[in-house]
């Protein structure tokens, strides 16, 4: 948006600005200038309208979303493998919301590397990835049952520590 309004005001200034040293009819300097004014609020109304939709759209779809990321820290084509086929395999658990799942790449020894998952922050699963895709698919399906596992037990103790017997509130 800041381009396009820096190009505009370069562009207004370029043809507002008298030309020096050419003999030019001014009926015809001014026939540009208007039609380049009426191009440059064109391209101005555009790109605000543009951008308020944009804006709208991404705060409608907020109210899709689960409320959950995961995120690709990656580095080798193993890595990205193993990333892609966990999103394909993850189903969001029920009535758990608001978490973050970061699949880590780190060097190993020679041509392997250790995949780490964090949920929340917390590690749930490590393991040295294999470059062969079936045992990636083996290593993805036992990834996905450690990290439903973990939210599920996360979601569980949340659950009771937000009873009224834990409530302090309730002083005698």
Same mark, same amino acid.
């Given at each position: 948006?800041?381009?396009? +309004? ?17 003999? *030019? @009819? !001014? $009926? ?7 039609? +380049? ?17 944009? *804006? @709208? !759209? $991404? ?34 658990p029920p009535n758990i919301h608001d978490y973050t799942i970061t699949i880590q790449e780190l060097p190993y020894r020679l041509t392997t590397t250790q995949i780490n998952i964090l949920v929340n922050d917390n590690i749930a699963y ?47």
């Amino acid at each position: 948006m800041k381009i396009f +309004t820096a190009l505009g005001i370069c562009l207004l200034m370029a043809v507002l600005n008298p030309v020096n040293g050419q003999n *030019t @009819d !001014s $009926l015809k300097i001014q026939q540009s200038r208007a039609k +380049t004014l009426e191009v440059l609020k064109k391209i101005i109304e555009t790109t605000t309208h543009n951008k308020e939709n944009s *804006t @709208d !759209s $991404l705060l409608e779809n907020q109210n899709d979303v689960d409320g959950f990321i995961i995120v690709d820290e990656t580095r080798t084509k193993s890595g990205r493998d193993f990333y892609e086929c966990f999103q394909n395999k993850w189903d969001t658990p029920p009535n758990i919301h608001d978490y973050t799942i970061t699949i880590q790449e780190l060097p190993y020894r020679l041509t392997t590397t250790q995949i780490n998952i964090l949920v929340n922050d917390n590690i749930a699963y490590r393991s040295i990835l294999q470059s062969r895709y079936e045992i990636i698919e083996n290593q993805v399906e036992e990834a996905v049952s450690y990290c439903m596992a973990i939210l599920t037990n996360y979601e569980e103790v949340f659950r009771d520590l937000n009873t009224p017997d834990m409530d302090n509130s309730k002083k005698p």
